[in-house]
Nanobody, 121 residues
């Protein structure tokens, strides 16, 4: 059983929208801090948005005003709504959960397998 599974990625044109989902299995997502990260083709990885106690604890300045999150306790799922997508948003998006989350990628107790987002100009 994979603890975190992302879905919803795909290819869109600039200005379009996507909603990513991250479903947890084997644990209650809401018991932890949650975050979305992304890794670019270059290998660089960064935090996109962190949720602390149900509220944004960090929002990457580059996505502020365009990306938002929501959390459905009944579905044990975290969502990332991405609007006005830009080619620079193209990356593999990962969700993560842990008691404390850091900006460094792949340091969390739970880390998903990722979903590819490609934005064309």
């Amino acid at each position: 059983e994979v603890p975190l599974v992302e879905s919803g990625g795909g290819s869109v044109q600039a200005g379009g929208s996507l909603r990513l989902s991250c479903t947890a299995s084997g644990f209650t997502l809401g018991d932890y801090d949650m975050a979305w990260y992304r890794q670019f083709r270059s290998g660089e990885c960064e935090m996109v948005l962190k949720i602390d106690d149900g509220r944004p604890g960090y929002i990457n300045p580059y996505v502020k005003g365009r990306f938002t999150f929501s959390h459905d306790n009944t579905k044990n799922t975290l969502y990332l709504q991405m609007n006005n997508l830009k080619p620079a948003d193209s990356a593999v998006y990962y969700c993560a959960a842990d008691e404390f989350l850091f900006t460094t990628c792949r340091t969390s107790k739970y880390w998903g397998q990722g979903t590819q987002v490609t934005v064309s100009s």
